[in-house]
T-cell receptor, first 113, second 111 residues
Framework: EPEVTQTPSHQVTQMGQEVILRCVPISNHLYFYWYRQILGQKVEFLVSFYNNEISEKSEIFDDQFSVERPDGSNFTLKIRSTKLEDSAMYFC???????????FGEGSRLTVL | ELKVEQNPLFLSMQEGKNYTIYCNYSTTSDRLYWYRQDPGKSLESLFVLLSNGAVKQEGRLMASLDTKARLSTLHITAAVHDLSATYFCAVVPNSGYALNFGKGTSLLVTP
């Protein structure tokens, strides 16, 4: 069964460091999303991406965050200068259509020290 | 601001019993999703509801959507321990792309 793959599964970093989280979408999917979940809390939307551009972003997705699809397959989330409050599980999700089912990856746990 | 409210947030129920989880939302939407999350795991899609009156069933779970009342329900029939998990509803407003999640309902099914 096709699945969304995320790497790394867990990353520990120092405050102020740059982090890149990677996602390999299901092959024919064109709609990509990043969500995050702080431990014990609800899932929060960060950004949606379609046709090589951001279609929507939340207030959380400030100038420290960026997304791109550098090679036509990977979909990445970059945090330029991590803060303690960026510690969370980051989920990539992809969909084959604008109103279709979203499939989530296993998540990348980010711990900022 | 779109609000998605689930209740209850915590639910402990005995095996074999029935119960309903409610999801209210505050905007116009005809797209509602239910997800299951086990501790430390990802989100597993349970149901996608795309129209008023939609009803879907899978095993002991049944979900429905009333877009006029802005309400979805997830009904559990004859609960079993394997259903213990956190259940999230998520709504996409007609004007946007983002899934807006509720806080989740932590379900514990006990013998």
């Amino acid at each position: 069964e096709p699945e969304v793959t995320q790497t790394p599964s867990h990353q520990v970093t120092q405050m102020g460091q740059e982090v890149i989280l990677r996602c390999v979408p299901i092959s024919n999917h064109l709609y990509f999303y990043w969500y995050r979940q702080i431990l014990g809390q609800k899932v929060e939307f960060l950004v949606s991406f379609y046709n090589n551009e951001i279609s929507e972003k939340s207030e959380i997705f400030d100038d420290q965050f960026s997304v791109e699809r550098p090679d036509g397959s990977n979909f990445t989330l970059k945090i330029r200068s991590t803060k303690l409050e960026d510690s969370a599980m980051y989920f990539c999700a992809t969909s084959g259509s604008e109103k279709g089912e979203l499939f989530f990856g296993e998540g990348s746990r980010l711990t900022v020290l | 601001e779109l609000k998605v409210e689930q209740n209850p947030l915590f639910l402990s129920m005995q095996e074999g019993k029935n119960y309903t989880i409610y999801c209210n939302y505050s905007t116009t939407s005809d797209r509602l999703y239910w997800y299951r999350q086990d501790p430390g795991k990802s989100l597993e899609s349970l149901f996608v509801l795309l129209s008023n009156g939609a009803v879907k069933q899978e095993g002991r779970l049944m979900a429905s959507l009333d877009t006029k009342a802005r309400l979805s329900t997830l009904h559990i029939t004859a609960a079993v321990h394997d259903l213990s998990a956190t259940y999230f509803c998520a709504v996409v407003p007609n004007s946007g792309y983002a899934l807006n999640f509720g806080k989740g309902t932590s379900l514990l099914v006990t013998p």
